[in-house]
Nanobody, 127 residues
Framework: QVQLVQSGGGSVRAGGSLRLSCAAS????????LGWFPQAPGKEREGVAY???????????SYADSVKDRFTIPKDNSKNTLYLQMNSLKPEDTAMYYC?????????????????WGQGTQVTVSS
């Protein structure tokens, strides 16, 4: 059973940076996608950053236009930990951020069904 445990987040002023962590365990496949999904109050949860892994290689990464060139999704495979490095934060980035995993695919991570979720961590950006 896949388990995802998140940490990090907090409050920052616009233009600042934060890093979120997502420690993963219990993977049932060596081919999978991981993603970060913010959910603002009253809005749907939408993915903004994804990474796909097959075997020992990271084979894909993608970003939503809203975070491109500001967010990156580094991964420490030795620790089975995914990160979301958020730079140049904007007030509209304020949301509860969830990491999630989809087993069995790695190439087009925006298309898969994510069925394992972290507990969420709050990011608040003030102007």
């Amino acid at each position: 059973q896949v388990q995802l445990v998140q940490s990090g987040g907090g409050s920052v002023r616009a233009g600042g940076s934060l890093r979120l962590s997502c420690a993963a365990s219990g993977f049932t496949s060596t081919t999978y996608c991981l993603g970060w999904f913010p959910q603002a109050p009253g809005k749907e949860r939408e993915g903004v950053a994804y990474i796909g892994r097959a075997g020992d290689s990271d084979v894909s990464s993608s970003y939503a236009d809203s975070v491109k060139d500001r967010f990156t999704i580094p991964k420490d495979n030795s620790k089975n930990t995914l990160y979301l490095q958020m730079n140049s934060l904007k007030p509209e980035d304020t949301a509860m951020y969830y990491c999630a995993a989809a087993m069995g695919g790695s190439r087009i991570c925006t298309l898969y069904s994510y069925n394992a979720w972290g507990q969420g961590t709050q990011v608040t950006v003030s102007s």
